[in-house]
C-alpha cells in the first residue's frame, strides 16, 4: 500500500477535480447542466451528485484499486451492506448540502475521508465557491489549500477571554426539528448564523467565524459521509467533536446513522456546553 501522504495527495487532487465538476454543474458551463433533481426519502439528489461521485469513485479506485481499500459513497450505498470489513475504508459524500447547492447558497462541500478501526485517519472537505480545500491526517495536522498555496491551520488559542454568552453557534437552514429548536432556545449563547452543508459549517469553525456546530437526530440522523471528513480537519487543528457525552465519533460500524447528540466546537467550553445541552434537552423530554 502507498504511504500515508501518497494517498493524501491523490485524495486533494480528486478533490479539486470533485470541485470542477460541481462548480460547471453549478454555474451552468457544463455542456448539459440540468440537474435533473430527484428525491430519495426527502433528499434530493442531481446530476451533479451522480456525476461527481462517480468521479471520486473511479480516481480513487483507479489510482489506488480494490485490495487495501473498501470504498462507500452516499449516492452509492446500499443500507443492507451494513458494516464493511476491510481494514481500510473510503466514506465519501460527492455533494455535501445538496439543497444549498440547488438554492444556490453557495453552501456545499465534498467530503472525502479514509476511515481504519472506525476512526479517521485522513480527509478532505473541499469548498468549491471558496476555492478551499481542508486537508488532515491523523496526528498531522490540518491544512487549508487554495489553487496555488497550502498553511498549516490551527484555531486560535487565546479563546478563553471570550465568555460563554458571546459564542456563535453555526445552525442548518433546513435539517431542523422541535427539539433542536428547543435545544438552541436555551443555550446561552444565542448568536446564531446560518450555514448549509456540514463541511462549510466545520469550515466557519476553523476559520472563526463561529464557536459552536450542534447536531441532533430525529427520525433521521446524520450519516457517516456528513461527519466523518470534518469531524477530522476540525479536531487536528485543535478543535472537539464528540456526542454530548464526550465519547467519540465511530464510523462503519454497520450503522452509517450518527444518533444523539453531537457537538463540534473550537474547544472553548465544549464539556460544558455539551453538559448544559443534555440538561436542557432532559427538561424538554419532561415538560
Not at 462548480?23 to 430527484?38: A, F, R
Not at 453555526?170 to 452543508?197: A, D, F, T, W
Request: proline letters at 3%; one cysteine or more; aromatic letters at 8%.
Amino acid at each position: 500500500m502507498k504511504d500515508l501522504q501518497e494517498i493524501l495527495a491523490i485524495a486533494c487532487q480528486v478533490g479539486w477535480g470533485a470541485a470542477d465538476i460541481l462548480q460547471s454543474y453549478y454555474h451552468g458551463t457544463i455542456k448539459d447542466s440540468n440537474l435533473e433533481i430527484e428525491y430519495k426519502q426527502n433528499e434530493p439528489v442531481t446530476a451533479a451528485d451522480i456525476a461527481t461521485s462517480q468521479y471520486i469513485l473511479d480516481n480513487l479506485q483507479a489510482a489506488l484499486g480494490n485490495e487495501d481499500f473498501a470504498y462507500i459513497s452516499e449516492e452509492t450505498y446500499k443500507s443492507q451492506q451494513g458494516k464493511n470489513n476491510s481494514q481500510y475504508v473510503w466514506i465519501i459524500d460527492p455533494l455535501d448540502g445538496t439543497r444549498d447547492f440547488i438554492d444556490r447558497t453557495g453552501d456545499y462541500a465534498i467530503h472525502i475521508a479514509l476511515v481504519t478501526e472506525n476512526r479517521p485517519l485522513l480527509a478532505v472537505v473541499a469548498l468549491p465557491e471558496a476555492e478551499k480545500l481542508y486537508y488532515a491526517t491523523k496526528g498531522g495536522g490540518t491544512f487549508v489549500e487554495t489553487r496555488n498555496s497550502s498553511i498549516p491551520l490551527q484555531i486560535s488559542l487565546n479563546l478563553d477571554t471570550k465568555p460563554l454568552e458571546d459564542l456563535t453557534l453555526v445552525v442548518s437552514r433546513s435539517h431542523r426539528n422541535q427539539r433542536l429548536n428547543y435545544l438552541l432556545e436555551n443555550l446561552p449563547c444565542q448568536n446564531h448564523k446560518s450555514v448549509g452543508s456540514v463541511g462549510c459549517k466545520i469550515a466557519t469553525i476553523l476559520e472563526q467565524k463561529a464557536d459552536i456546530y450542534i447536531s441532533l437526530s430525529g427520525s433521521s440522523a446524520p450519516k457517516d459521509w456528513d461527519i466523518a471528513a470534518p469531524e477530522l480537519i476540525l479536531t487536528e487543528a485543535g478543535g472537539k467533536f464528540t456526542h454530548f457525552d464526550g465519547t467519540p465519533l465511530q464510523y462503519n460500524t454497520g450503522d452509517i446513522s450518527q444518533w444523539g447528540g453531537l457537538l463540534a466546537s473550537n474547544g472553548l467550553y465544549h464539556q460544558e456546553l455539551c453538559q448544559q445541552s443534555e440538561r436542557i434537552l432532559a427538561n424538554f423530554s419532561n415538560s
